[in-house]
């Protein structure tokens, strides 16, 4: 399973510039603040690839680069690890945590639970331009013999993204985004080849465009079990 850096432009949390912006405009910093921002800062990094899964965090090189000591990177750090963005190993330091195969099948039994709720809410309530934007996620890979997988990954998150936080249960919402799933699915990448999944989604598209709640939960299932079961193969 090929991870690919795509999600870069997708990612709404504290980029660069106003990370920079937020310093300057604080005369004194704490300890407490300082972690909180670079904590921020890391962990956008992480979800961007620019931190990429297993690679080594050099806490110096880091720290200079925020322009802070290592005392509050230390503790965004750990911060990250409690979120299991993270994790120590011995004897070679802080690393981004990569997934293994067993924590990809939980992973999809937490995505199965939420997204099966999160299409059924969806399609009980979703308006006319709502439903729209849902079908222009993947109208440009309808008719491509070549499907650009990178483009297609793009959209493949952003699908699910919408349907879960269009939901109208900003309670699923946070679970999601606290749980870091986004990240989670981001690593993972394409379990699945595109011209194979591309059929399903649309499936599921047109089961919310009719209104069918019970269709489009079961389709979601499905469509999110093959590539669990897949996963569950090569353990």
Known sequence: ????????????????????????????????????????????????????????IVQDKLATTLGISRTPLRTALQMLESEYLVESIPRRGVVVRKLSNEKMVEIYDCRIALESTAVRRFTQIATKDKIERVKRFFSDFI?????????????DIKFHDYIITNCGNSFLGKLFQQSNLLLCINQIGLVRPAH??????????????????????????????????LITRKL
């Open 143 to 155: 008719k491509q013999s070549n499907i650009d997988v990178e483009k297609y990954q793009i959209e």
């Open 1 to 56: 399973m090929q991870i690919e850096d795509s999600l870069g432009p997708f990612i709404q949390t504290l980029n660069e510039r106003s990370f920079w912006i937020e310093v300057s405009n604080m005369k004194e910093l704490t300890n407490r603040e300082l972690s909180s921002l670079a904590y921020k800062k890391v962990k956008e990094m992480i979800l961007s690839n620019q931190l990429r899964p297993g690679e080594k």
């Open 196 to 229: 194979e999944t591309l059929p399903e989604h649309l499936k599921i598209i047109n089961a919310i465009d009719d209104g069918d709640c019970n269709l489009a939960v079961e389709l979601t299932k499905d469509h999110l079990l093959k590539s669990k079961d």
